[in-house]
């Protein structure tokens, strides 16, 4: 597209998900390639915005995309820990925060300094202890300045699709966001794959949208959606 209706705007973008370490050698983590988070920075730059891009353990295969861009600054962070860090500090500055990461509700409470060994367990398989990681989002809201706006994203398994919409409605409601796009994850569906749908639910809990496609075509709609919220709230 030729549009250039993100100029002037600064946009943070976190992609892909963190990972917990086990020991030097072994971690927690999930599925999430990176992909959808990295369209939603390449369309953002493409019509015009200034990107900073948090990849959490993105491959190079994935940020290449976004790496061409002149626009993009790419932050790559591993942990949740180092997401927040990178993200809290870069969120004060801008207009627009989009959370696609899937950010470790846990991480492990002590990491091993050295790999785990089969012959020192004798048979007695280890229990990992884990503790609750901080809720960036969480932080990014309270801390939010006037005229930002935040939008979360939830990956929910769901047996139809009422019960997403109202899982993303609780959450929508759980994370105070301006905008959550939800979208069903499964064994076979959300993670790998270049497709997408989002269904996008507003402050008024109405899904004003769905949007998807290839990830690009949902990262545009995405971006569609949070234009018009704010045309609606300078209003
Ligand atoms: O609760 P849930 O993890 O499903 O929430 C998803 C949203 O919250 C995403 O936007 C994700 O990036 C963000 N999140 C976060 N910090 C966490 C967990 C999730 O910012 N510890």
């Known amino acids: 597209g030729t549009r250039d209706d993100?100029?002037?705007l600064a946009v943070l973008v976190t992609a892909g998900g963190t990972r917990e370490p086990i020991d030097p050698v072994r971690y927690?983590?999930?599925r999430s390639s990176g992909r959808q988070g990295v369209a939603v920075a390449v369309a953002a730059a493409e019509r015009g915005a200034r990107v900073r891009l948090l990849a959490a353990n993105v491959e190079d295969a994935v940020l290449a995309e976004a790496?061409?861009?002149p626009t993009i600054r790419i932050e790559r962070v591993g942990t949740a820990a180092e997401?927040?860090?990178a993200a809290s500090a870069a969120a004060a500055g801008v207009d627009v925060v989009v959370m696609a990461a899937a950010v470790a509700d846990y991480r492990v409470d002590s990491v091993a300094e050295g790999k785990l060994r089969k012959e020192d367990t004798a048979g007695a398989p280890?229990?990992?202890r884990l503790v609750e990681n901080p809720d960036i989002l969480a932080g990014i809201v309270a801390a939010r300045p006037a005229g930002q706006t935040l939008v979360g994203f939830a990956a929910e398994t769901a047996e139809s699709e009422e019960e997403l919409l109202e899982r993303g409605r609780r959450k929508r409601r759980r994370k105070g966001v301006d905008l959550l796009a939800v979208n069903a994850v499964g064994w076979?569906?959300?993670f790998e794959t270049g497709r997408n749908t989002l269904h996008l639910i507003d402050a008024a809990d109405e899904l004003i949208a769905t949007v998807g496609g290839s990830k690009r075509e949902a990262a545009e709609g995405l971006l569609d959606a949070v234009l018009a919220l704010r045309g609606r709230d300078e209003t």
């Open 28 to 30: 927690l983590g999930n």
């Open 83 to 85: 997401l927040e860090a």
């Open 67 to 69: 790496g061409a861009h």
């Open 188 to 190: 076979a569906e959300g």
């Open 6 to 8: 993100w100029h002037g």
């Open 126 to 128: 280890p229990v990992l």
